[in-house]
């Protein structure tokens, strides 16, 4: 099992810029989770998906769009990139059983510039 | 959302106990408590869950007490291994939309 993977590990855009994030987990989860994390902060949620066909807003869900495309896969899309974006995005995902808890993935560090 | 207050930073020496204390004054009755620890550049790892009580794995202990407003992570012997941020969460286990609040988490230095 590989777990959650995340793609790319690491990005550099100007701004103005679009690209998506990818993410993907092989535990078979029906919950998948977007979080942005900026130095010395928390995580801050993006976007989840509690089941396949679901998608909903968090915290933080400005310049930011989501596709569940199926079970395995949670992408996270800027369309047009700003430097306030510049951060780590770690996706998580969760079998969605009661007390169950989040898995993530290793981030994909983003610079925008 | 139930919110947490945790230290933002703590120093320890190896082979001491650290016990990390978290305030959740407002907490609901389908709450559980979840802890994770975080090292640079990778993603958070979950550490251990409790509802109430006290919880222990192979990793740490989780002390609750009865009203449930705080609870303590307890790390036996730390290494210079443990140096991470730990994360305190409350959120409900059955609410599978649930936005867990990931704080600023508080910040271990093991020193040797």
């Known amino acids: 099992n590989a777990g959650v993977t995340q793609t790319p590990k690491f990005q550099v855009l100007k701004t103005g810029q679009s690209m998506t994030l990818q993410c993907a987990q092989d535990?078979?989860?029906?919950?998948m989770y977007w979080y942005r994390q900026d130095p010395g902060m928390g995580l801050r949620l993006i976007y989840y998906?509690?089941?396949?066909?679901?998608?909903d807003k968090g915290e933080v869900p400005n310049g930011y769009n989501v596709s569940r495309l199926n079970k395995r896969e949670f992408s996270l899309r800027l369309e047009s990139a700003a430097p306030s974006q510049t951060s780590v995005y770690f996706c998580?995902?969760?079998?969605?059983?009661?007390?169950?808890?989040?898995?993530f993935g290793p981030g994909t560090r983003l610079l925008v510039l | 959302l139930a919110k947490t207050t945790q230290p933002i930073s703590m120093d320890s020496y190896e082979g001491q106990e650290v016990n990390i204390t978290c305030s959740h004054n407002?907490?609901?009755?389908?709450?559980?408590i979840t802890w994770y620890q975080q090292f640079p550049s990778q993603g958070p790892r979950f550490i251990i869950q409790?509802?109430?009580t006290k919880v222990t794995n192979e990793v740490a202990s989780l002390f609750i007490p009865a009203d449930r407003k705080s609870s303590t992570l307890s790390l036996p012997r730390v290494s210079l291994s443990d140096t991470a941020v730990y994360y305190c969460?409350?959120?409900?286990?059955?609410?599978?939309?649930?936005?867990?609040?990931f704080g600023p988490g508080t910040r271990l230095s093991v020193l040797p």
């Open positions: 998906s509690a089941s396949e066909g679901t998608t």
């Open positions: 535990m078979n989860h029906n919950s």
């Open positions: 409790g509802y109430k």
């Open positions: 998580a995902s969760r079998p969605g059983a009661a007390g169950e808890t989040q898995y």
């Open positions: 407002n907490i609901a009755t389908n709450d559980y």
């Open positions: 969460l409350v959120g409900d286990m059955w609410d599978y939309g649930q936005n867990f609040v």
